[in-house]
């Protein structure tokens, strides 16, 4: 599932860590119902990942496209609060789904993402492994598959493992824009496949991004997504 939330409350020094769909912190305002979503920590320097994915992009990606998610979430929950029509309401759903999965979408995907350094594309034995042998055939074979499956998406998306909770397996998932992964999907990995995650380095050519990648995925979290999603 999702990534674990920090809620600060405000006007206090107690702090929760809930359950949520997002990664990043949450801040409570006193007195109102509405929420101020901040641009969460990347686990890491924004060289490590290199020479797979620059810092460059990285620190792009990180400071300038979600914190533009961030931004467009809080305006848009601020409107809804004051909404006072049906049809005011319907209006900013768009405005909500596409910053609010960009949002939720980008806090998953950095803790995705390892330095090799740290054990970043390294599978170790284990659950996950063994599924992905049971559903793909072998990992190299899920590795073409899903590859093949994200770098087809037209426009703009993500590419994901997700855990089927209804047929209890592995499955390659797209979806469009910032839709994030939802039931009966638990997300495993998930990989940005818009323009801005890979072209100031790889350019158009999605296949090499994606043959790259790999070599930083955490499945050591990866691994932890599956445990979880199969209890």
Known sequence: MYSLARTTVARSSITTTARGLAAGRTRFV?????????????????????PHISA???????????????????????????????????????ALKFNGGGHVNHSFFWKILAPASSGGGQLSDGPLKAAIEKDFGSVDAFKKQFNATTAAIQGSGWGWLGYNKDRKKLEIVTTANQDPLLAPYVPIIGVDIWEHAFYLQYKNVKPDYLAAIWNVVNFKQAETHFRDATK
Do not use: R
């Open 30 to 50: 006193a007195g109102s119902a509405a929420s101020v979503h901040t641009l969460p920590d990347l686990p890491y320097a924004y060289d490590a990942l290199e």
């Open 56 to 94: 460059e992009i990285m620190k792009l990606h990180h400071t300038k496209h979600h914190q533009t998610y961030v931004n467009g979430l809080n305006a848009a929950e601020e409107s809804y609060g004051k909404a006072t029509t049906t049809q005011q309401k319907i209006a900013l759903q768009s």
